[in-house]
């Protein structure tokens, strides 16, 4: 099914995403995602007035590969045109018109205040119910045909949860950006000071906080079930018979475990475990919360405002004061359209998926339970009907390829080299000022530092310093999803990046350092959330650092020291 050949999917330039999609996608998910991905930020852009169509997002060898759609440009455009034609466009194509007056309207309407109510009043609400109402059937109970149905449905809801995450990217972006992208010009200061202005302003960052802290405190009233957890022994077994306990301590545990237990782990794909998959790290993570004196305390922001505001010229203080208001006020969604709203739909649709795996490995259709996930929806749906598809040996080599191959096989470009966008100053006012925000938005969560260092003691691994702190540990190199057993409390979690569903491990964890993401990327603000040292978009920590090595963490400095 590979070949391995990296043919461009069409003209133009693309570029591989090596941020959310480390190794090929699924099969299966590679039939969900594009699609979704592409329709909602096509909507996201036409509604906030962007000069863009959307971000195109096609499979190669299983990789992500994308490229930006200007606004009425070709396919095979080379460029935008001159000022002149740029400036004759803006009055007289209708659609260019149209984008131009909106984005003034939604800066002036504050339009993403709009969005975040209907967010929290009607998309989060539905979201939730239709997670929580898949995610109590029991997939092995069904039959092959009601499990086709339960498939289906699971995959609908997964592609609508990501079409409403994408539809939501500029609604939770705009603001930020706008934010960073004046504070920076105005005070000078680093954007890792800027950033931490907006500390304590994403609860969901630090995950289930509400229902550990309910389960640490029924708990500790509790010392015999408290003694589940001494040992890391029968995880399963320890978390089911915490579930099962009478009380508090049951009502608790049940509703942390249903709050954490199908969002995926590690990842955005059907590929990565979801967490009641890998119940050594919940054990370790109930464990760690048990013992730590007091859950941390995440809004450090108001002790750092001072200090910045006085950078601020004075006549620009009040805009200043308006322009965080808004990057706080909208600061949530980021995490939040992922947490829970497309990570549990995604497990929820991996527990389907292994449930097919395993009656078409016993009847011989499939050699592995989690081939299943290499298997586009169509092809699952008629192997469960018992009729013709792929055979098991080509299955076998796709979930191969998967397994083994990471970005640093794939090329970082297909096509032409990407032609630089028209300058900012060309813009229209409003526009300008959206086009400088996203600018700032973008490099704030996708640039990396080049390291050459080779990794040996006393080596230094650079990166963007995150979130200040400073601590020693051991590096713990979580780059597949069966690694994360391998965490214990206190570790330095080294990984090509996160995603929301990481906040699981935060109570175990001593620091965080990434490859890929920048001060922007979820590994930055769950860190900054739950007063973590980290250091991210190092490019080749995971390269650099081996597995077991005692590390200096410096998020201050945004340095990783290998001691030995």
């Given at each position: 099914m590979y070949t391995g050949a990296f043919d461009s999917p069409g003209p133009g330039p693309w570029e591989l995403e090596q941020t959310h999609f480390t190794r090929p996608m699924t099969r299966w998910m590679q039939a969900v995602f594009p699609g979704a991905q592409m329709r909602g930020m096509r909507e996201a852009f036409s509604r906030y007035?962007?000069?863009?169509?959307?971000?195109?997002?096609?499979?190669v060898q299983g990789f992500a590969y994308g490229r930006i759609r200007p606004l009425g440009?070709?396919?095979?455009?080379?460029?935008?045109?001159?000022?002149?034609?740029?400036?004759a466009l803006f009055v007289l194509h209708p659609e260019m018109r149209r984008r131009v007056h909106r984005c003034a309207d939604a800066f002036e309407r504050k339009l993403w205040r709009e969005d975040m109510a209907r967010w929290d009043g009607e998309w989060r609400p539905e979201a939730e119910r239709q997670n929580a109402a898949l995610a109590a059937v029991e997939p092995s109970a069904l039959d092959d045909d009601a499990l086709r149905a339960h498939l289906r449905d699971a995959r609908t809801r997964l592609e609508h949860a990501m079409y409403r995450h994408h539809s939501l990217n500029v609604t939770c972006g705009l603001p930020v950006g706008d934010f960073i992208a004046h504070a920076a010009a105005w005070t000078g200061k680093p954007l890792s000071s800027l950033?931490?202005?907006?500390?304590?302003?994403?609860?969901?960052?630090?995950?289930?906080a509400e229902e550990m802290t309910r389960l640490v405190c029924a708990l500790r009233a509790a010392p015999d079930a408290a003694a589940l957890f001494a040992s890391d022994d029968d995880a399963a077994a320890t978390l089911e018979r915490l579930r099962t306990w009478t009380g508090e301590?049951?009502?608790?545990?049940?509703?942390?475990?249903?709050?954490?237990?199908l969002r995926l782990l590690s990842g955005y794909d059907v590929g990565d475990y979801y967490a009641l998959e890998v119940p050594i790290v919940l054990v370790r993570a109930i464990r760690a919360s048990l013992e730590n004196a007091a859950l941390p305390q995440t809004n450090r922001a108001a002790e750092r405002l001072a200090e910045i505001r006085d950078a601020v010229p004075a006549d620009r203080r009040a805009d200043f004061d308006a322009l965080l208001e808004e990057a706080r006020f909208v600061n949530r969604l980021r995490d939040e359209r992922?947490?829970?709203?497309?990570?549990?739909?995604?497990?929820?649709?991996r527990r389907a998926l292994l449930e097919a795996g395993r009656r078409l490995a016993d009847r011989g259709r499939l050699h592995a339970t989690d081939h299943a996930l290499d298997l586009s929806p169509e092809e699952v749906d008629a192997l469960l009907a018992g009729l013709a598809g792929p055979s098991a040996d080509d299955i076998a080599a796709a979930s191969h390829w998967r397994a083994t191959k990471t970005h640093a096989d794939a090329p970082a470009r297909l096509g032409p080299e990407?032609?630089?966008?028209?300058?900012?100053?060309?813009?229209?006012?409003?526009?300008?000022?959206?086009?400088?925000a996203i600018n700032a938005l973008f490099a704030a969560m996708f640039d990396v530092r080049e390291n050459k260092t080779r990794p040996q003691a006393g080596a230094i691994v650079s990166g963007f310093a995150a979130s200040p702190g400073r601590i020693d540990g051991i590096a713990r190199l979580v780059v597949r999803p069966e690694h994360f057993q391998k965490v214990q409390q206190g570790d330095i979690l080294v990984a090509a990046m996160t995603c929301p569903s990481y906040n699981v491990l935060?109570?175990?964890?001593?620091?965080?350092?990434?490859?890929?993401?920048?001060?922007?990327?979820?590994?930055?603000?769950?860190?900054?959330?739950?007063?973590?040292?980290?250091?991210?978009?190092?490019?080749?920590?995971?390269?650099?650092?081996?597995?077991?090595?005692?590390?200096?963490?410096?998020?201050?400095?945004?340095?990783?020291?290998?001691l030995g």
């Open positions: 007035g962007a000069l863009v169509d959307t971000v195109e997002t096609l499979p440009a070709p396919p095979d455009s080379k460029g935008h045109p001159p000022r002149l034609v740029m400036k950033l931490g202005l907006l500390t304590g302003s994403s609860p969901v960052s630090v995950g289930a301590v049951g009502a608790a545990a049940r509703a942390y475990l249903d709050k954490v237990g992922g947490y829970l709203n497309d990570a549990p739909a995604s497990g929820i649709a990407p032609a630089a966008p028209p300058p900012v100053e060309w813009l229209p006012p409003a526009s300008a000022r959206a086009m400088r935060l109570p175990i964890l001593g620091a965080i350092v990434t490859d890929r993401g920048g001060l922007l990327s979820h590994a930055a603000i769950v860190a900054r959330e739950y007063g973590l040292p980290a250091v991210v978009g190092t490019r080749d920590a995971t390269r650099m650092i081996p597995d077991g090595a005692r590390v200096r963490v410096d998020g201050g400095a945004g340095t990783v020291e290998i």
